[in-house]
């Protein structure tokens, strides 16, 4: 079989490049089609087994453990004798995340999927919906009718730290080093700087931290603020630093700074940000336009430029965030079965989470998105602090901020900074999707006293309309 | 001045009896009226000074305590070395809950409502909407156009104890013992009850509970069971028992069972239940019609059979919840103000969290009741040990369980019992209260991947509407 002068092992219905969000496509409506899935690492994609399934069960251990470093606020005289890292690793990655990528992959190698071909070497374009691959050490070119690009993201390394030849880490082997460091510098200050900046230090690691820009930079100002505040007194951290020279001795890395300092430590972890990997996969050749690697697509998920190519996650969506590959996958599921009777792609009201310490979360826009969109707005900033269950916390530094539209009392955008954020965001998300006037959601339900929640009722209920 | 042949002292628009709930309603749109309001007690009532906020308070220290006491599952090694409890004692009432009390009374008191009078001796009808009670040594006797009923309710203690002449605390002082016993016997197995046997068995008192039926009896059964295992494991429970016998020795307080066991322990605490204090009035001088002490209203408030005489909160309402309460206050309030457009008492879709580990919460029906009414049904028993935020939890016993009416969609009961109940509860609460179809909740919004909320999500998939 021949396409486009290249010569083609296999065709199938559907190609899948990647496991994560991709690896929920085929479902029984799709037994009836041959289909190729390509996975060059583990099954499960960034999330499960690099990302957000394996650092939340770090953070939680990290979140009790700082909790007991701080209860004596609480009249409890608690301590953390020792942190059991090997065991920690064990438990997440070899009883829990590595057996479900095995059984992801065995499923989609075994009988239960015959109509399935699993293809575990990397892939790139050779013609059009036309992809050169590998079975172990045989090559294989397969094509297929219709091409589902997920094949995700990986981390971004700035040109002077791949160069220097330094040892560095990344989110996908810094959970599994085999002891825990005596302190880590973590270059980067976004989201995934500051799960792992407060998984370490919890742990009794030492952090510094070098970022460019104030720490998570996207956050409302009312939330960026005190949560630098409070990483400062709890990281050493260099803010509004470049680097300009990497080195390395038996004991450790050094990182010299644009200001002459010099930041050292016995690991390094870099976590400025992440790169679609659309640049790995030859897209020209597949007629597929992209942007840094980043797949151009429309708002049903095709392609802008290849006939049957779509995308969806890290390779194609801003988001990232595994969320949002999900609702993408179901559009594009969707559309590939009901090809008369698409849907968008679900970007409305996306939240998202960050789980550091103190935990944030939020949905829409920020005081100043929402000012610049040119809506009349109420703010309102409640401390966790002033309602009874902040009390027992003890709690000093948790905040909800709601921003809602003056003239329609709609929701525009909520963050909390604080314990359980990322559980009470959930009910603001219901809030802005069912389009429930805020004025409302305050008065015509119950709230229970004295549960946290109640924060969030201050804070609607200091919306001011007036 | 003379009502029905009393002398009265003094002439109101209205008195208010009882600082608890009933405290919120003079704001400024009572500012041109002449104002009694009676406190025996401390300002605040029941949940304030002895109930719903300081009992939080120390179960979050509990909460903290059991947390340290269980992280090996995690891999951290941590320890309880000691608790202070003079200093949670401290810390919750000298430093927080007295202040907000006497600040309370200081404030009625004050000249910023020059039109509120307080009087602080016990008081009882002594005629239609006239009251005899007291300032400090000094009997008065007041009258009202109004009067509002808003005395609570206090522990039920039943006869044998009572009668026994042994020493036993309830909520009202077992907070505020001077040092921590080393054994506790807790007689009753309701909220109350089960609130502080996690208190002082996270805290290292060894606890007893003896209740004449199984724990958390009102409980939807696929939580009540779990929970009662559970407490098997945690506490020396003597289950389906009736006392015979109490007595005490200098060293401890002893209970003989109907089986001819004995418990013994340090101190004993009785939470059996409330009693409403219509009793302690003299209500029929009033007019007032009750049935063992609580106070008969009609929707609005009103006493069933005497004129201008509202009642709200524990002495009239069967909830015994302080969210209740406030809203029955926030509805008499108004009908106090508009006569002619009142509002009815908001009884719909009332939640509660007992905040006792697991912690638990729930609105709405059970799944037998909601069968008994004739509800076509589905239900989802949902365990948080099936969403990736429950691995990094590693719980092994938190559930979520909802159900829903097939024919309409709409959600029926919310039951939660593991971390974070009562914050996972308010979304249900909304859910309920806006009578969204459960079927759009689950997929017309985004869920954070991976928080806690997946455990609603997954709950709200698993309804079955085929």
Same mark, same amino acid.
């Given at each position: 079989?021949?396409?486009?002068?290249?010569?083609?092992?296999?065709?199938?219905?559907?190609?899948?490049?990647?496991?994560?969000?991709?690896?929920?496509?085929?479902?029984?409506?799709?037994?009836?089609?041959?289909?190729?899935?390509?996975?060059?690492?583990?099954?499960?994609?960034?999330?499960?087994?690099?990302?957000?399934?394996?650092?939340?069960?770090?953070?939680?251990?990290?979140?009790?453990?700082?909790?007991?470093?701080?209860?004596?606020?609480?009249?409890?005289?608690?301590?953390?004798?020792?942190?059991?890292?090997? @065991?920690?690793?064990?438990? +997440?990655?070899?009883?829990?995340?590595?057996?479900?990528?095995?059984? #992801?992959?065995?499923?989609?190698? #075994?009988?239960?999927?015959?109509?399935?071909?699993?293809?575990?070497?990397?892939?790139?374009? +050779?013609?059009?919906?036309?992809?050169?691959?590998?079975?172990?050490?045989?090559?294989?070119?397969?094509?297929?009718?219709?091409?589902?690009?997920?094949? @995700?993201?990986?981390?971004?390394?700035?040109?002077?730290?791949?160069?220097?030849?330094?040892?560095?880490?990344?989110?996908?082997?810094?959970?599994?080093?085999?002891?825990?460091?005596?302190?880590?510098?973590?270059?980067?200050?976004?989201?995934? *700087?500051?799960?792992?900046?407060?998984?370490?230090?919890?742990?009794?690691?030492?952090?510094?931290?070098?970022?460019?820009?104030?720490?998570?930079?996207?956050?409302?100002?009312?939330?960026?603020?005190?949560?630098?505040?409070?990483?400062?007194?709890?990281?050493?951290?260099?803010?509004?630093?470049?680097?300009? %020279?990497?080195?390395?001795?038996?004991?450790?890395?050094?990182?010299?700074?644009?200001?002459?300092?010099?930041?050292?430590?016995?690991?390094?972890?870099?976590?400025?940000?992440?790169?679609?990997?659309?640049?790995?996969?030859?897209?020209?050749?597949?007629?597929?336009?992209?942007?840094?690697?980043?797949?151009?697509?429309?708002?049903?998920?095709?392609?802008?430029?290849?006939?049957?190519?779509?995308?969806?996650?890290?390779?194609?969506?801003?988001?990232?965030?595994?969320?949002?590959?999900?609702?993408?996958?179901?559009?594009?599921?969707?559309?590939?079965?009901?090809?008369?009777?698409?849907?968008?792609?679900?970007?409305?009201?996306?939240?998202?989470? +960050?789980?550091?310490?103190?935990?944030? *979360?939020?949905? #829409?826009?920020?005081?100043?998105?929402?000012?610049?969109? @040119?809506?009349?707005?109420?703010?309102?900033?409640?401390?966790? #602090?002033?309602? *009874?269950?902040?009390?027992?916390?003890?709690?000093?530094?948790?905040?909800?901020?709601?921003?809602?539209?003056?003239?329609?009392?709609?929701?525009?955008?909520?963050?909390?900074?604080?314990?359980?954020?990322?559980?009470?965001?959930?009910?603001?998300?219901?809030?802005?999707?069912?389009?429930?006037?805020?004025?409302?959601?305050?008065?015509?339900?119950?709230?229970?006293?004295?549960?946290?929640?109640?924060?969030?009722?201050? %804070?609607?209920?200091?919306?001011?309309?007036?």
């Amino acid at each position: 079989m021949t396409s486009n002068s290249v010569s083609v092992d296999q065709h199938y219905d559907l190609i899948i490049l990647g496991t994560g969000s991709g690896n929920s496509i085929p479902g029984p409506e799709f037994d009836d089609k041959s289909i190729a899935i390509i996975e060059k690492g583990a099954f499960g994609g960034t999330c499960l087994n690099v990302g957000c399934i394996p650092t939340k069960m770090y953070v939680y251990a990290a979140d009790l453990a700082l909790e007991t470093r701080e209860s004596s606020r609480l009249g409890i005289d608690a301590q953390v004798n020792a942190v059991d890292w090997p @065991g920690i690793v064990n438990r +997440v990655f070899d009883q829990r995340i590595d057996l479900i990528a095995k059984g #992801g992959e065995e499923y989609r190698r #075994g009988e239960q999927t015959p109509n399935i071909d699993v293809y575990d070497q990397h892939a790139r374009f +050779v013609a059009p919906r036309t992809l050169q691959t590998g079975q172990g050490a045989q090559t294989k070119t397969i094509s297929a009718d219709q091409i589902v690009l997920a094949a @995700g993201s990986r981390p971004f390394i700035p040109e002077i730290i791949a160069e220097s030849g330094v040892h560095f880490h990344t989110n996908e082997d810094i959970m599994r080093l085999t002891r825990q460091p005596k302190s880590i510098v973590i270059i980067g200050g976004g989201y995934i *700087a500051m799960e792992f900046a407060h998984v370490f230090e919890a742990l009794g690691t030492k952090v510094s931290i070098i970022a460019r820009s104030e720490l998570l930079r996207h956050l409302d100002t009312d939330l960026r603020e005190p949560f630098n505040e409070l990483a400062d007194q709890r990281y050493d951290v260099h803010r509004g630093r470049n680097i300009t %020279a990497v080195s390395q001795n038996e004991q450790e890395v050094s990182v010299t700074l644009d200001n002459g300092s010099i930041v050292s430590a016995e690991v390094m972890l870099v976590a400025t940000g992440r790169t679609p990997n659309g640049d790995e996969l030859d897209l020209e050749l597949g007629g597929i336009e992209s942007t840094n690697g980043r797949v151009s697509i429309d708002e049903f998920g095709r392609s802008t430029s290849a006939q049957s190519v779509w995308a969806l996650g890290d390779i194609s969506s801003p988001y990232l965030l595994k969320h949002v590959a999900n609702a993408e996958m179901r559009a594009v599921r969707h559309n590939l079965l009901n090809p008369e009777n698409m849907k968008k792609m679900p970007h409305e009201h996306v939240p998202a989470a +960050v789980f550091t310490h103190p935990q944030i *979360a939020y949905v #829409g826009m920020t005081e100043q998105e929402a000012r610049e969109a @040119g809506h009349d707005i109420t703010v309102k900033v409640q401390k966790y #602090g002033d309602v *009874a269950y902040g009390w027992a916390m003890e709690d000093q530094s948790g905040i909800a901020k709601l921003i809602a539209d003056k003239n329609t009392g709609k929701l525009l955008g909520a963050h909390y900074m604080g314990p359980q954020a990322s559980t009470l965001i959930q009910q603001m998300i219901t809030v802005m999707a069912f389009g429930l006037d805020v004025r409302d959601v305050a008065t015509e339900q119950y709230w229970i006293h004295p549960a946290l929640p109640e924060v969030t009722e201050n %804070a609607l209920l200091g919306l001011d309309f007036s």
